[in-house]
C-alpha cells in the first residue's frame, strides 16, 4: 500500500480558496490513480476529483467542476487539490486516496490507501 498525508486544510469564508497537499510514499506510482474524497457530517463519503499518475488524466465531480483543480508534481510524489469559490456545502473532512490501476476511478472500492483527512471548514 501507499502512505499517504494529506494537509492544507482550515477555516476560510465562503468565496475563499484552499490548497490541500497530499504527499505520498512507499510505492512507485506510475501505474496509480489519485483521488480526493470528502466526507461531511452524517453523510457517506463521496468522489470530488481523480488524476492519473502517469498520464495526468483528470476527472471531476459535477459538483466541484470549474472551482476546483487537481494536479501533482510528479518530481515530489505530491498531489495537490486547488479549492477556488468556496461554498458552504464544500465542508468536509477531505482525504486522499491511492487505486493501483492506471485509469481514472471514481469510486471508494477502487482504492486500497487512504490519508487520514484533513478539515476543510466553509463559512457563510
Known amino acids: 500500500q501507499v502512505q499517504l498525508v494529506e494537509s492544507g486544510g482550515g477555516l476560510v469564508q465562503a468565496g475563499g480558496s484552499l490548497r490541500l497537499s497530499c504527499l505520498a510514499s512507499g510505492r512507485t506510482l506510475s501505474r496509480y490513480s489519485m483521488g480526493w474524497f470528502r466526507q461531511a457530517a452524517g453523510k457517506e463519503r463521496e468522489f470530488v476529483s481523480c488524476?492519473?499518475?502517469?498520464?495526468?488524466?483528470?476527472v471531476y465531480a459535477d459538483s466541484v467542476k470549474g472551482r476546483f483543480t487537481i494536479s501533482r508534481d510528479y518530481g515530489k510524489n505530491t498531489m495537490f487539490l486547488q479549492m477556488n469559490s468556496l461554498k458552504s456545502e464544500d465542508t468536509a473532512v477531505y482525504y486522499c486516496?491511492?487505486?493501483?490501476?492506471?485509469?481514472?476511478?471514481?469510486?471508494?472500492?477502487?482504492?486500497?490507501?487512504w490519508g487520514q483527512g484533513t478539515q476543510v471548514t466553509v463559512s457563510s
Open positions: 486516496a491511492a487505486a493501483p490501476i492506471p485509469f481514472p476511478q471514481t469510486t471508494t472500492t477502487a482504492y486500497d490507501s
Open positions: 488524476i492519473t499518475w502517469s498520464g495526468g488524466v483528470t
